[in-house]
Structures are given as structure tokens and as C-alpha cells.
């Protein structure tokens, strides 16, 4: 069969998909990721170990399918998004571990650039907030810290652009270019002209020639080097998309109004905006979906992101409350319910709609009746509960809201959708793969090269296998004032 291959460079660690024409799975591999917390707030990773975990889980399924007999058509690529690394392209040294989406490092220097004035302007110009989530914040850090003097050439870049880089042959070849979903995560990239934008750079720093070119998300970015990766020597990359944009194509929202929710390291709701760039709305973020060249015009996106759901599951599971995370569903199942459990998951400040740096992650209404059971159960409805509020803030920004489409882990659990669709007032529907972000890249790089035809053609691929209906909402309702005044004390 002709194979498109998908790269998915998440938060938490590596996978390569090998999808075929129907967009169903023949074979994936997966390595989880370092993560290093220097500080309270801090996250980083190693950029050499994304890039070993790369190449090792593109060899594994290139060479199994290979020796299966098929071919691979093209590769498609997808990635944690604002996570931001710092190098020299001359030599390929990299000035320090790469500071990861969720660091807070930032904060203070966002609070003193909103008090100058400057966030209706970043607004209008990037559809973003002046947070520390974002990539221009950490590139001026790692400026301020003497790294771009005369014995440097600083290039900075996101993951994506830093894996074509090296997978085309970094120092010897590499390709230095990213594409607008990625670009417009950085408070750098005009919303309106797709490129970066010179009073950004200014503020923050930052000059043209440090940052990579941007091309439309479909279209021949470069080849992989067989120096790199021998098994797909020559095979062209494609696709390229960040991976909630992924995970929106992947999830076939191409109508505007339809709403995908990924619960990966966090929780994050994109809706499909159309071809005009969104007004504001409070509390979320306007960025651009896609550019798909040739096959059609520029898409928009509202979103809202939690900043940890299954990093939360994975903080219990490393406590010791399970053995697997894939065990904190029947762990909830344990118990009736809560007990009264609130369960603040801001390990890393809230994110939508709330966009509070400082607040720091809580666990509320303990007593000595309470055992595991209770604590998974009320992470399970805060999960639930921040989604709540996005979906609660679109409504209010006059989205209508048709269903939600539901992928990542912990979409797995029964529990969390039917509470989603409660909270949410919405019909919540789990797709048929919850690797919708891999799928989202395949099906972008298979277009380029002509294995797919059309968006309508990707619709027909996608269904749903489960629909989840909202219930009587007079608990959850009653649940959910109660964590958001536990919020405040957060």
C-alpha cells in the first residue's frame, strides 16, 4: 500500500503513525520525553533527545513497513507548539535546553510589557494575550541572558522548524522554515499578512533573521536526509501542522462551528473559525488553523487551552496513586463520588479563560474519610471543569456549538465525556482514533502529494464510535460553582 508516515513530537513524548489510504493505522511506534524542572514553574526539554526519539520511532515503523512491502508516500509533521529552542544553525550547538509551552519563567516580563501598554496592540496584531505560554516571551529571555553575542549567530525556531532542520541534515543541509499554525503561536506573526510582523520583532527583540521562513502548511517543505534517517532517505516532508490544529484537522472540522477537544498534557478547544480572522473574544485566543496552499484558503481558529490535564494524571500516577494512568478511570469508578474534592490543576497558571500565571495547583476539602478513590474521581471533574469553562466562554463570544469531538488519552474514560457532556451542554462524540493529531498530519501531508483529493474526501474517512449526551446537570452545576470558587483560593 502507499503509507503516509505521521511524526507527532507531543509534550510528553515521541510517536511515528503509519496511516494508510483509509486513514487507518498499520503501525506506530512511541518513546516518552525527559521532562527537567529547574524551578517552580520552569519546564524544559532536551532538543537533541526529541530529535533521538524522533529519528529511533521513524526508523522502527519505516523499516517495519518497508519489510511489509509498502511504500512511503510522504511525511507529515506535528508538534508541541510554543515550546521554543535556541541554537546556532552555523554549528548546531543550542544555547540550553529548550524552554517548554508551559514554563512560567516569563511572567513577570508579560506583566511589565501589559502595564506599558502594549497588549491591545499584541492583541489586534497576533489574536494572542501577552502570557508566558507563548514562544517571542522565552526567545527574549534567552536574549537577555547574553546569548546573542558576536561569537553566536542566534537562530530560534519551534519544534517544528528545529525537527525539519535537523532531519534534513542540520549544519550540512537544513531547511529552516516553519508555517502559519505554528507561527501564529509565537506573538510574533501577523494574523492578517501570515508572516512576521516588524513591530512584534520589535518588541520583543527579536530580528528577522533569526527566525525561520513561513510557507503554507501543505506544500514540500524539504527531504529527509538518509545521513539522518537511512529508511526514508529522500521521502518528502509535506504536512506540517501544530498539533492542536492537527488534532482539528485530524478531527475533519473543516465546517466553521465545529469544536474539537484534545485532552493531552493539556486540555485544549479549537473551533473552526472560517476564512476571516475571528473577533475577540475574552478569554480566548484567535489563531490561524491552516494555510492549505493550492487547496484552498486560509482557515481560522478560536481556542481555549487548560495547560494540564494528563500531566495531572501522570503527577498521581508518579505519586503512586496507579500504576498506569490508563488506571485512574477505574480508580474514579471506586467511589460514588468526590466527597467534595476539588481538584485545581494549575501546576502551571490557568490558562483559558482565565489567563492567571500565578496561580498554582490545589487539592481542597480534604479529610481523613478521603482516600484515592475520591482524590482521581475529583481530578477526573476538573478535567471536565476547565473544559467547562471554555466552552462556557465560546458560548458567550456567540459560537454556537454543534458537538464536540473528542481525541487524546484520557478521551479513553467514559467518565470524563459523559461529564464533559453534561457540564458542556453539548453532544460529545469520541473519534475513532484518539491519535487524531498524528492522523491531522497525515492527512495534510497526503493531500500535498495527491494520495487525497479533497476535504471532502478526508470527511468521509472520520466517524465517531461513541456519542456521549448531556444528562440532568443539577450536580455537576453545583460541582462546578464549588471548583470555581475553589479557583480563587488557587
Given at each position: 500500500?502507499?503509507?503516509?508516515?505521521?511524526?507527532?513530537?507531543?509534550?510528553?513524548?515521541?510517536?511515528?503513525?503509519?496511516?494508510?489510504?483509509?486513514?487507518?493505522?498499520?503501525?506506530?511506534?512511541?518513546?516518552?520525553?525527559?521532562?527537567?524542572?529547574?524551578?517552580?514553574?520552569?519546564?524544559?526539554?532536551?532538543?537533541?533527545?526529541?530529535?533521538?526519539?524522533?529519528?529511533?520511532?521513524?526508523?522502527?515503523?519505516?523499516?517495519?513497513?518497508?519489510?511489509?512491502?509498502?511504500?512511503?508516500?510522504?511525511?507529515?509533521?506535528?508538534?508541541?507548539?510554543?515550546?521554543?529552542?535556541?541554537?546556532?544553525?552555523?554549528?548546531?550547538?543550542?544555547?540550553?535546553?529548550?524552554?517548554?509551552?508551559?514554563?512560567?519563567?516569563?511572567?513577570?516580563?508579560?506583566?511589565?510589557?501589559?502595564?506599558?501598554?502594549?497588549?491591545?496592540?499584541?492583541?489586534?496584531?497576533?489574536?494572542?494575550?501577552?502570557?508566558?505560554?507563548?514562544?517571542?516571551?522565552?526567545?527574549?529571555?534567552?536574549?537577555?541572558?547574553?546569548?546573542?553575542?558576536?561569537?553566536?549567530?542566534?537562530?530560534?525556531?519551534?519544534?517544528?522548524?528545529?525537527?525539519?532542520?535537523?532531519?534534513?541534515?542540520?549544519?550540512?543541509?537544513?531547511?529552516?522554515?516553519?508555517?502559519?499554525?505554528?507561527?501564529?503561536?509565537?506573538?510574533?506573526?501577523?494574523?492578517?499578512?501570515?508572516?512576521?510582523?516588524?513591530?512584534?520583532?520589535?518588541?520583543?527583540?527579536?530580528?528577522?533573521?533569526?527566525?525561520?521562513?513561513?510557507?503554507?502548511?501543505?506544500?514540500?517543505?524539504?527531504?529527509?536526509?538518509?545521513?539522518?534517517?537511512?529508511?526514508?532517505?529522500?521521502?518528502?516532508?509535506?504536512?506540517?501542522?501544530?498539533?492542536?490544529?492537527?488534532?482539528?484537522?485530524?478531527?475533519?472540522?473543516?465546517?466553521?462551528?465545529?469544536?474539537?477537544a484534545t485532552y493531552g498534557t493539556g486540555a485544549f478547544l479549537l473551533a473552526n473559525a472560517g476564512?476571516?480572522?475571528p473577533s475577540v473574544v475574552n478569554g480566548l485566543l484567535s489563531t490561524v488553523a491552516w494555510d492549505?496552499?493550492?487547496?484552498?484558503?486560509?482557515?481560522?481558529?478560536?481556542?481555549?487551552?487548560?495547560?494540564?490535564?494528563?500531566?495531572?494524571?501522570?503527577?498521581?500516577?508518579?505519586?503512586?496513586?496507579?500504576?498506569?494512568?490508563?488506571?485512574?478511570?477505574?480508580?474514579?469508578?471506586?467511589?460514588?463520588?468526590?466527597?467534595?474534592?476539588?481538584?485545581?490543576?494549575?501546576?502551571?497558571?490557568?490558562?483559558?479563560?482565565?489567563?492567571?500565571?500565578?496561580?498554582?495547583?490545589?487539592?481542597?476539602?480534604?479529610?481523613?474519610?478521603?482516600?484515592?478513590?475520591?482524590?482521581?474521581?475529583?481530578?477526573?471533574?476538573?478535567?471536565?471543569?476547565?473544559?467547562?469553562?471554555?466552552?462556557?466562554?465560546?458560548?458567550?463570544?456567540?459560537?454556537?456549538?454543534?458537538?464536540?469531538?473528542?481525541?487524546?488519552?484520557?478521551?479513553?474514560?467514559?467518565?470524563?465525556?459523559?461529564?464533559?457532556?453534561?457540564?458542556?451542554?453539548?453532544?460529545?462524540?469520541?473519534?475513532?482514533?484518539?491519535?487524531?493529531?498524528?492522523?491531522?498530519?497525515?492527512?495534510?501531508?497526503?493531500?500535498?502529494?495527491?494520495?487525497?483529493?479533497?476535504?471532502?474526501?478526508?470527511?468521509?474517512?472520520?466517524?465517531?464510535?461513541?456519542?456521549?449526551?448531556?444528562?440532568?446537570?443539577?450536580?455537576?452545576?453545583?460541582?462546578?460553582?464549588?471548583?470555581?470558587?475553589?479557583?480563587?483560593?488557587?
Amino acid at each position: 500500500m502507499e503509507l503516509i508516515l505521521a511524526l507527532d513530537a507531543g509534550t510528553s513524548g515521541v510517536r511515528t503513525v503509519a496511516f494508510d489510504p483509509d486513514l487507518e493505522v498499520v503501525d506506530d511506534s512511541y518513546l516518552e520525553l525527559t521532562q527537567y524542572f529547574p524551578a517552580p514553574g520552569e519546564v524544559e526539554h532536551d532538543p537533541h533527545e526529541i530529535t533521538r526519539l524522533a529519528v529511533s520511532t521513524l526508523r522502527d515503523v519505516a523499516s517495519r513497513v518497508r519489510d511489509a512491502g509498502h511504500h512511503i508516500a510522504a511525511l507529515g509533521l506535528t508538534n508541541q507548539r510554543e515550546t521554543t529552542v535556541g541554537f546556532d544553525r552555523e554549528r548546531g550547538d543550542i544555547f540550553q535546553r529548550a524552554i517548554v509551552w508551559q514554563d512560567r519563567r516569563t511572567a513577570a516580563l508579560c506583566r511589565d510589557l501589559e502595564d506599558e501598554g502594549h497588549g491591545d496592540t499584541v492583541r489586534a496584531t497576533t489574536g494572542l494575550v501577552l502570557d508566558s505560554y507563548f514562544s517571542a516571551t522565552k526567545m527574549k529571555w534567552m536574549l537577555e541572558r547574553g546569548l546573542a553575542d558576536d561569537a553566536l549567530r542566534p537562530s530560534f525556531s519551534t519544534i517544528d522548524t528545529w525537527l525539519l532542520w535537523t532531519l534534513s541534515g542540520g549544519v550540512e543541509s537544513g531547511v529552516f522554515v516553519t508555517e502559519p499554525s505554528n507561527a501564529s503561536r509565537t506573538l510574533l506573526m501577523d494574523l492578517a499578512t501570515l508572516d512576521w510582523s516588524p513591530a512584534m520583532m520589535t518588541l520583543f527583540g527579536v530580528s528577522r533573521a533569526m527566525l525561520a521562513d513561513v510557507r503554507a502548511s501543505a506544500c514540500s517543505f524539504a527531504v529527509v536526509s538518509g545521513d539522518v534517517v537511512p529508511e526514508l532517505a529522500g521521502v518528502p516532508v509535506t504536512g506540517v501542522l501544530g498539533d492542536q490544529q492537527s488534532a482539528l484537522f485530524g478531527q475533519a472540522c473543516f465546517a466553521p462551528g465545529l469544536v474539537k477537544a484534545t485532552y493531552g498534557t493539556g486540555a485544549f478547544l479549537l473551533a473552526n473559525a472560517g476564512d476571516k480572522i475571528p473577533s475577540v473574544v475574552n478569554g480566548l485566543l484567535s489563531t490561524v488553523a491552516w494555510d492549505l496552499g493550492a487547496f484552498g484558503s486560509t482557515s481560522y481558529a478560536l481556542e481555549g487551552s487548560a495547560f494540564v490535564a494528563g500531566a495531572a494524571v501522570q503527577w498521581l500516577r508518579d505519586l503512586g496513586f496507579m500504576k498506569s494512568s490508563s488506571d485512574l478511570e477505574s480508580l474514579a469508578l471506586s467511589v460514588n463520588d468526590s466527597a467534595g474534592i476539588q481538584f485545581v490543576p494549575a501546576f502551571t497558571g490557568l490558562g483559558s479563560p482565565f489567563w492567571d500565571a500565578d496561580a498554582r495547583g490545589a487539592i481542597m476539602g480534604l479529610s481523613r474519610s478521603v482516600g484515592k478513590g475520591e482524590i482521581a474521581r475529583a481530578l477526573v471533574e476538573a478535567l471536565a471543569y476547565q473544559v467547562r469553562a471554555i466552552t462556557d466562554s465560546f458560548r458567550d463570544g456567540g459560537l454556537e456549538l454543534g458537538e464536540l469531538r473528542a481525541d487524546g488519552g484520557a478521551a479513553a474514560m467514559d467518565l470524563l465525556l459523559q461529564l464533559q457532556a453534561t457540564n458542556s451542554r453539548v453532544d460529545v462524540l469520541r473519534s475513532s482514533t484518539l491519535e487524531a493529531t498524528a492522523r491531522g498530519a497525515a492527512s495534510v501531508a497526503g493531500l500535498e502529494v495527491g494520495l487525497w483529493s479533497s476535504l471532502d474526501e478526508l470527511s468521509e474517512r472520520w466517524r465517531g464510535v461513541a456519542r456521549f449526551q448531556p444528562k440532568d446537570p443539577v450536580f455537576v452545576d453545583a460541582g462546578y460553582e464549588a471548583w470555581r470558587r475553589a479557583l480563587e483560593r488557587a
